[in-house]
C-alpha cells in the first residue's frame, strides 16, 4: 500500500471547519466522517499523485505542525480506515467492496 497513489473518491465533499477540523460527506452513503486538522492535512494531500511516503514528508515539511511519534504509522492507520469506508478509491479505482454504513456509526473522528 505504500507505493499506491492514494485518490480521494470523487463523491466526497470536504468542509473545513472553523476549529480546524474536516467534515467530509460521501452522497451515495449520506453520511459524515469527520477528520482532525492533521487527518485534515492528509486529506488534502490525497489528490491521485501522493503516496503514503509522500503524504508524511508533505506534512513534516509543514512548520507549522508539530512534529508527531510514528507519523507514518498514524497516516497509514489513517489511509487504511479512508479506504475501507470508500472516501479514498482503491488500486482498482473503486470504493469500497465489503463495507456498508451500517457498520459504523458514521460519524469517527481520525488523526
Known amino acids: 500500500m505504500t507505493d499506491t497513489q492514494l485518490k480521494r473518491h470523487p463523491d466526497v465533499k470536504a468542509l473545513i471547519l472553523p476549529d480546524g477540523y474536516v467534515l467530509l460527506h460521501l452522497k451515495s452513503y449520506n453520511w459524515i466522517y469527520t477528520l482532525t486538522p492533521l487527518g485534515g492535512l492528509v486529506w488534502e494531500f490525497c489528490d491521485g499523485t501522493n503516496t503514503i511516503d509522500d503524504l508524511?514528508?508533505?506534512?513534516?515539511?509543514?512548520?507549522?505542525?508539530?512534529?508527531?511519534?510514528?507519523?507514518k504509522g498514524k497516516v497509514t492507520d489513517l489511509i487504511a480506515e479512508l479506504e475501507k469506508v470508500?472516501?479514498?478509491?482503491?488500486?482498482?479505482?473503486?470504493?469500497?467492496?465489503?463495507?456498508t454504513p451500517g457498520e459504523r456509526s458514521g460519524v469517527v473522528q481520525e488523526t
Not at 508524511?56 to 507519523?71: F, M, Q, S, Y
Not at 482503491?90 to 465489503?98: E, F, K
Open 86 to 99: 470508500g472516501l479514498l478509491l482503491g488500486d482498482c479505482g473503486c470504493g469500497p467492496t465489503d463495507w
Open 56 to 71: 508524511v514528508r508533505h506534512v513534516g515539511e509543514i512548520e507549522e505542525v508539530t512534529p508527531a511519534p510514528d507519523l
